[in-house]
C-alpha cells in the first residue's frame, strides 16, 4: 500500500481530520459539517472496507435491524427483527455516506499521526494534511490478537486468523480447532460443524446470552434496561470492562441462540483455553469449568435485573414469562491434551480478537500493551477516538452506539477549536465545504 | 450488597490491596516478585522445606522469621510419615490460596462471611509414578474442591465469590496451566 511519494507534501489543511469511513467515522463526519468545521475522512480502502473485504460470508450483525441507527438515519426495511448481512451493513452504511454527503478520500491510507505546534499533521500514501483536530475512527478491530502458543504450533497445522476465514469449503477435510469463545469464535465452530467436519473449540473467559428473553430480542431488553447506556466513568472497573469479549450471539434469520450446550449437541468438543503446546501436543487449561459457571452467574444476575425492570415497570402482562437457561454443560474431565500425532488436527482458527492498529501515532498516546490512552474517547484536547469497547458508554462499539460518543466528542471537538482558533480557519466555519 | 451502616470485616485490608494494584499499574516493575524455598533432605522420603524471604517491590524482602514443612510419604509406601506428602502440600496451597481470595473479595464485595471450609480431593493412579503404564500421567488425574461457606448473602453471589478467587488465583493458575521448569545441577 505505501505509495512512493515523499511525505511531507502537504495537500490540504483542514480544521478536523477523520480517519476512517466505517459508520462512526461518517457519523463524526455529518456532525462536524453541522458544526461548520471543515474536514476530510480519510479511508484506507473503500466506505465500510472492513465490512466488504475482512469479514467471513456468513457473518450477520448481532443486533437486529430496528436498531442499525445513525445518527440521522435508520433502517426502514421490511424485517426490523431481521440481522444484517455483511453485503447490507456496507449497503446500509454506503447508504450513509451518501446522505452524509461526507468528503471521503477513498484509498487514502494514513502512515503517520504526529502534533505539531498548532495541531496535528496526518501523513498517507497520497500527501499530507495538516489540522487542529483529529478522529480515530479506523475502528476497534484492526489487527488480530493472537495466543503465544500460536507460534509453536506443529508445521502440520494451517493457521487462520479469524478475519481470513470466508467458509469452511475453504478449509482441508479435518478436525478444526477453533480457539476462542466469543460470538466469532462459537459462530465458526457451529458453521464447521454443520459442513461435516469434527471440531473442538477451546474456551476461556465468555459472555453467555440467549438471542430472545421473555419473546423479545436480548438487544432489546439490555438498551430498555439501560445496560447498554451505562457510562465509562460509572462502572467498577473499567479496564476490566473494556476486555469483556463479544457476546456469543448470532444473527440468523430463525433467531436462534448459540452457546456451549447448542454446540455440545451437535457433537463439538469443548476444552478450555488454549495455554500451550509442548511438541505435537496441545494443553488446554483446567479452568473450563470455572469459565462456564461465571458466565452462567453472569447470565443470570442479567437476567435477574431484566425481571426486575419488568416488575418495576409493571410491563409482565406484555411479555412471556421470566426463564432460565440451563448450566452450561461441562464433561467430568475435560480433555486437558490433543495430540496432532496421534489425533490430526487440519486447522486452527483463531477468533481471539482484533485489537485496534496504532502503529501509525507517533504520540505518546499508546500504553506499553498497545492500547490507547483515552478518557472517554478524549485522548487529548484535539484528538478523539471513536468506536472502541466501552469507550464512553457500553455500546460504544456498536453502530447504534455512534451516535451518543459523536455527539459529546464534537461538541468537545468544536469547544476545542474555538478555543485555539488559529489563523486558518475563521470562526464560523465559512471555509466549510460539508454538509447539506 | 447494599449494606452501608453493618461494618463489614473479614480482616482483610482491601484498601491496601487496591492501593498496592494502582501503584503497580504505574510501576510494572515492582509488580515482578521471586517466590523462593529451600529444601534439605533428612532421610529415607522425609525432607524438609524452608521458606524465608523473597523478592519483590524492587527489593529483597525479609521477613524476619522462616517456616519449615517437613514432607514424607505414609508407612503404606514403607516411609517414616514424618509429614504430609508433596501432593497433599499442592493441596494445601491450592485450598488456602482460593480461601484468602475469597475472604479478600469477600470483603471487597461488601460480603461478611461467618466460616468457610474447603475439603479437597486429589486423585490419582500410582501406575503413573511406578512406571507401570505409561499412558498413566505421574499427578493428579484431577481435583476435588468442595467449598462450605456461611455468609450474609445469596447461594448465587457465594457461587460468585469462589468463582472470582478462583479467577485470581495463583495456584489455580499454576495447577491448571502448564508452566516451563528448568531443573539444574549446580
Same mark, same amino acid.
Given at each position: 500500500m505505501a505509495g512512493a511519494r515523499r511525505i511531507g507534501r502537504v495537500t490540504g489543511t483542514v480544521d478536523a481530520v477523520v480517519v476512517g469511513a466505517g459508520h462512526s467515522g461518517l457519523a463524526m463526519s455529518r456532525a462536524l459539517a453541522a458544526h461548520g468545521v471543515e474536514h476530510v475522512v480519510l479511508e484506507r480502502g473503500e466506505i465500510a472496507n472492513a465490512w466488504r473485504h475482512e469479514r467471513w460470508d456468513s457473518l450477520r450483525l448481532l443486533t437486529p435491524n430496528w436498531q442499525s441507527r445513525l445518527p440521522g438515519y435508520r433502517y426502514s426495511g421490511a424485517d426490523p427483527d431481521g440481522y444484517m448481512t455483511a453485503a447490507e451493513v456496507v449497503d446500509f452504511i454506503d447508504g450513509y455516506a451518501r446522505f452524509v454527503g461526507a468528503p471521503v478520500r477513498t484509498g487514502t491510507t494514513v502512515t503517520k499521526l504526529r502534533a505539531v505546534d498548532s495541531g496535528y499533521v496526518v501523513e498517507t500514501d497520497r500527501g499530507a494534511w495538516r489540522c487542529r483536530a483529529a478522529v480515530l475512527a479506523s475502528g476497534a478491530h484492526g489487527v488480530p490478537v493472537v495466543p503465544d502458543a500460536a507460534a509453536r504450533l506443529p508445521a502440520s497445522v494451517r493457521t487462520l486468523r479469524y478475519n481470513e476465514y470466508r467458509n469452511p469449503s475453504e478449509l482441508d477435510w479435518g478436525r478444526v480447532l477453533v480457539v476462542g469463545s466469543s460470538a466469532s469464535g462459537l459462530q465458526l465452530a457451529d458453521e464447521i460443524r454443520r459442513s461435516g467436519r469434527k471440531v473442538t473449540i477451546a474456551v476461556g473467559e465468555h459472555i453467555r446470552m440467549p438471542r430472545l428473553y421473555r419473546g423479545r430480542d436480548i438487544q432489546w431488553w439490555l438498551d430498555a434496561v439501560g445496560i447498554l447506556d451505562e457510562r465509562y466513568d460509572e462502572v467498577d472497573d473499567i479496564v476490566r470492562a473494556r476486555r469483556v469479549p463479544s457476546p456469543q450471539l448470532v444473527g440468523s434469520p430463525e433467531r436462534r441462540t448459540l452457546d456451549l450446550n447448542a454446540l455440545t449437541e451437535k457433537g463439538v468438543n469443548i476444552v478450555g483455553r488454549l495455554v500451550g503446546v509442548d511438541g505435537n501436543r496441545l494443553q488446554f487449561s483446567g479452568s473450563l469449568a470455572n469459565h462456564c459457571a461465571m458466565a452462567d452467574l453472569k447470565l443470570n444476575r442479567m437476567l435477574e435485573r431484566i425481571d426486575r425492570w419488568v416488575d418495576e415497570h409493571r410491563v409482565g402482562d406484555l411479555v412471556s414469562a421470566p426463564e432460565r437457561l440451563a448450566p452450561t454443560r461441562v464433561e467430568a474431565a475435560p480433555r486437558l491434551v490433543h495430540d496432532v500425532a496421534k489425533e490430526p488436527i487440519a486447522t486452527v482458527i483463531f477468533a481471539t480478537g482484533l485489537r485496534p492498529d496504532?502503529?501509525?501515532?507517533?504520540?505518546? *498516546?499508546?500504553? *506499553?500493551?498497545g492500547r490507547l490512552r483515552h478518557d472517554g474517547g478524549v485522548v487529548e484536547p484535539g484528538l478523539y477516538a471513536l468506536g472502541l469497547n466501552f469507550m464512553r458508554r457500553r455500546k460504544s462499539s456498536y453502530m447504534h452506539g455512534a451516535e451518543d460518543d459523536v455527539h459529546d466528542l464534537c461538541e468537545h471537538l468544536v469547544h476545542h477549536l474555538h478555543a485555539t482558533k488559529s489563523s486558518t480557519t475563521t470562526a464560523d466555519g465559512s471555509r466549510a465545504r460539508v454538509g447539506r | 450488597m447494599n449494606v452501608t451502616a453493618i461494618k463489614i470485616d473479614n480482616g482483610v485490608n482491601v484498601e491496601a490491596l487496591l492501593g498496592a494494584r494502582a501503584a503497580l499499574t504505574e510501576a510494572?516493575?515492582?509488580?515482578h516478585f521471586k517466590w523462593r524455598a529451600t529444601c534439605d533432605w533428612v532421610r529415607g522420603t522425609h525432607s524438609r522445606t524452608t521458606v524465608e524471604g523473597f523478592y519483590g517491590l524492587g527489593a529483597e524482602q525479609s521477613r524476619g522469621k522462616s517456616f519449615r514443612y517437613d514432607a514424607d510419604h505414609p508407612?503404606?509406601?514403607?516411609?517414616?510419615?514424618?509429614?504430609?506428602t508433596p501432593v497433599e502440600f499442592v493441596l494445601a496451597a491450592l485450598a488456602s490460596c482460593l480461601t484468602a481470595g475469597i475472604a479478600a473479595v469477600a470483603q471487597n464485595r461488601n460480603i461478611q462471611l461467618r466460616s468457610v471450609k474447603a475439603t479437597l480431593e486429589g486423585g490419582m493412579d500410582l501406575q503413573g509414578i511406578l512406571g507401570i503404564d505409561s499412558d498413566v500421567r505421574n499427578g493428579f488425574d484431577g481435583i476435588k474442591v468442595v467449598f462450605k461457606i456461611d455468609a450474609d448473602a445469596t447461594r448465587d453471589e457465594i457461587r460468585a465469590l469462589v468463582a472470582q478467587s478462583q479467577r485470581r488465583s495463583a495456584v489455580f493458575d499454576i495447577v491448571t496451566n502448564p508452566t516451563n521448569v528448568a531443573v539444574e545441577v549446580a
Open positions: 496504532y502503529s501509525w501515532l507517533e504520540l505518546p *498516546a499508546v500504553d *506499553a500493551k | 510494572p516493575a515492582a509488580a508407612e503404606v509406601f514403607a516411609s517414616e510419615d514424618k509429614g504430609a
